[in-house]
């Protein structure tokens, strides 16, 4: 049962970059609003990431509207200077979330829309929907999980690779997480492993010294097919052949895989010049789980003391969204961010957009956009 009532112009549902993002606009725009917050703090995705990991883009193009990252910072900020800067950018903005907030349910009501938390109704206008687009991990499951030995753990849930000195370490998925666990396995002295299942498309953080982040800009007004068909000799040249390693390449480049898919290529920070070295080994996808370890899907078994599972997240946002036909898409994707919903009048999505110059670029601009754009209804 709920135990009070708030009201305000706009709820805004998520503390991390989007919904902080959200508030310093609307702020801007000088329109009221609540942030809810499931947990007790800012940015908990980003607190709950491992210690290895950096941003794959560079700083200038990652702030948040009106708040830089600091000078001193590098190029690439850690994942404990990105949570510095969140909690740095919530001060600055004077931003007071609600913290403890698990929303249940969120729904039209005759004026705009109602969000029932655990203990609280809050009612507004509008409705900013920026609760991470990795807000929940993805677990896949296959036979015989239940009677492997070892440690089996979401990328969620691994810090580093301390623990796992010296054990054989199967991580599953080659997406950014799944490649920079390895190098992190590596280092802290264990023997990884990477199950590949897909055809990947491999590019570099940095091109020539110039953040790939910078050529997706410069290359934003074309077509896909002709970005990819550009940049293909530089990652040929770059990468090299990496079929004999056991990673294939998709028949579609980087671009259009975004673009097309809403999927982030894997940027390489230092997997492959390991697995070049043979110090991270690549097998294809896994057909059971034994005791021991696993049977992957050329037949061949292998023994491991622990399985992480880099297998992604989803936003999973209609778990207590109620937004009726037409909003969602594929794989529960809205079908627009940082636009106006002709579906469900007064609703916005901030940050679901997987975008080839960056998710934090994205949603500093869909921030400003929809800052703008609920200020303008609101005078209506």
């Not at 259009?256 to 390489?268: A, W």
């Amino acid at each position: 049962m709920s135990s009070s009532v708030q009201a305000s112009p706009v709820i805004v549902v998520g503390a991390g970059p989007a919904g902080l993002a959200m508030a310093a606009c609307l702020q801007k725009e000088k329109v009221p609003c609540i942030v809810l917050e499931q947990h007790d703090h800012v940015g908990s995705s980003w607190v709950g990431h491992y210690h290895r990991l950096h941003l794959h883009t560079d700083k200038a193009h990652s702030a948040l509207p009106f708040f830089d990252f600091p000078k001193s910072y590098p190029r690439y900020p850690s994942r404990q200077q990105v949570v510095d800067y969140l909690n740095a950018y919530t001060r600055h903005h004077q931003i007071q979330p609600f913290y403890g907030q698990k929303i249940v349910r969120a729904c039209q009501s005759d004026n705009g829309w109602e969000v029932h938390s655990q203990d609280t109704v809050y009612r507004a206008r509008s409705l900013v929907v920026a609760a991470g687009y990795n807000r929940e991990p993805q677990r896949p499951t296959w036979p015989g999980m239940g009677t492997f030995q070892g440690q089996i753990l979401h990328s969620s849930a691994y810090a580093n690779g301390v623990a796992f000195k010296g054990q054989r370490v199967l991580v599953v998925g080659l997406g950014n997480s799944g490649g920079e666990i390895a190098i992190d396995l590596h280092e802290h002295g264990a023997q990884p492993t990477l199950a590949v299942r897909s055809p990947v498309n491999v590019i570099r953080r940095e091109v020539f010294g110039i953040p790939f982040l910078t050529i997706g800009i410069l290359q934003k007004g074309l077509p896909p097919q002709l970005a990819d068909a550009l940049n293909a000799p530089v990652m040929r040249l770059l990468t090299g052949d990496l079929s004999k390693y056991g990673l294939r390449q998709p028949a579609e480049g980087p671009v259009t895989q975004i673009r097309k898919h809403g999927r982030v290529p894997f940027i390489d920070v230092g997997t492959i010049a390991l697995i070049k070295q043979g110090l991270v080994q690549v097998r294809p996808g896994i057909e059971r789980f034994t005791e021991q370890g696993v049977v992957f899907s050329d037949g061949r078994a292998e023994a491991f003391d622990a399985v992480v599972l880099a297998t992604g997240y989803r936003p999973n946002v209609q778990s207590w969204l109620e937004a009726g036909e037409g909003v969602f898409g594929e794989g529960g994707l809205p079908v627009l961010s940082g636009q106006a919903l002709s579906q469900a009048r007064g609703l916005y999505f901030c940050g679901y957009y997987v975008s080839p110059t960056g998710m934090l670029r994205e949603i500093a601009q869909e921030a400003q956009q929809l800052g703008q754009l609920i200020a303008r209804s609101h005078k209506q």
